[in-house]
């Protein structure tokens, strides 16, 4: 896949990579979003904590078509 990276990749705050998916899902209608845990370079605690962030921090604020809700996290119930 050609490109930037800074295309291809959302690093930064909760607030940031909120931004970024809202920016994704405008522009390409986004919706499915691929994760990738591990990165060249960075060690598997990093990777993890990075992935516990995305997880308790950011895909709660998403709502079902996408869009960020409020600035409180919110958990979902499984497969709901």
């Known amino acids: 896949a050609g490109g930037a990276l800074d295309d291809r990749v ?7 990579v909120l931004d ?6 405008e522009a390409l209608g986004l919706d ?4 990738r845990a591990e990165a060249p370079g960075v060690d598997t605690q990093a990777c993890r904590d990075s992935l ?7 895909l709660p604020r998403l709502d ?3 869009s960020v ?3 409180t996290p919110r958990r979902r119930a499984p497969g709901g």
Do not use: F, K, N, W
């Open 10 to 16: 959302l690093v930064g705050s909760a607030s940031q």
């Open 52 to 58: 516990e962030r995305l997880l308790t921090e950011v």
């Open 32 to 35: 499915l979003l691929v994760v």
């Open 20 to 25: 970024g998916l809202a920016r994704y899902r």
């Open 69 to 71: 809700s409020g600035p």
């Open 64 to 66: 079902d078509a996408g």
